[in-house]
């Protein structure tokens, strides 16, 4: 388990982290609703390296909303509080994200992260469950795959941000969470086999020096930032034009 150390400690907080990706999706998102609507709009592709580089740049982010929604696994008291948070705040956002990429108010075809996080959140509590029944080991196992599986089915059917490969990079990360050398080893690993997101490294040297400590405290701005940001950005597009130009 995460040793927990003092605020005066040297490392990175869990505030910190979250900044860092809030920051990260925030470009990663510039360069997909704006810059990429952009480049279609004027055909000036000169500017494809600068949408290619906030791109990557935003692979940084999914890593450090995994891990930190393991370690709010770990930490909280209220598991069904946290659930309904994680799912209210998808509904939320849907919106917001259907406008920001797809200048729709509803749109099916693809859902947010928020989804993609809830349903690992329920995976995650579900496998909690079956670990403190105490089950035989037989029926543990089969009752694991069973949460696994569901997850990463319901995952893929309702075609969230990541689907299923989301959903198993943070089950991945959650089954070594003990052992964060290897969580991070198996975690980046995982972007990298299931996802192709080499770019996703610089994440975990942060969460490397991640410490334990909890920092800066705003929760519910880091759950407002995400359906916030998007509303922002669909606006600006709307004000330079292209907001019916897809995004990515």
Known sequence: MTTEVSSSSAGISSGS???IAII???????????VWRYLNFTGDWSLYSLYYAMRQIGRIAFPIYCFTLIEGLERTRHRGKYLGRMFAFALISEIPFDLAFKSQIIEFAYQNVFFTLAIALTAMIGLEWVREKNQSPIRQSVLNFLIIASAMILAYVMKTD?????VCCILLMYFFRKNRKAELIVGYMAFLILLGEWAAFPAFIALAFYRGRKGFSAKYFFYGFYPVHLLILYVVCMIMGIASIPAV
């Open 17 to 19: 982290l979250k900044i």
């Open 24 to 34: 990260t999706m925030l470009i990663d998102h510039i360069g997909a609703a704006v």
């Open 162 to 166: 990541y689907d299923c490969s989301g």
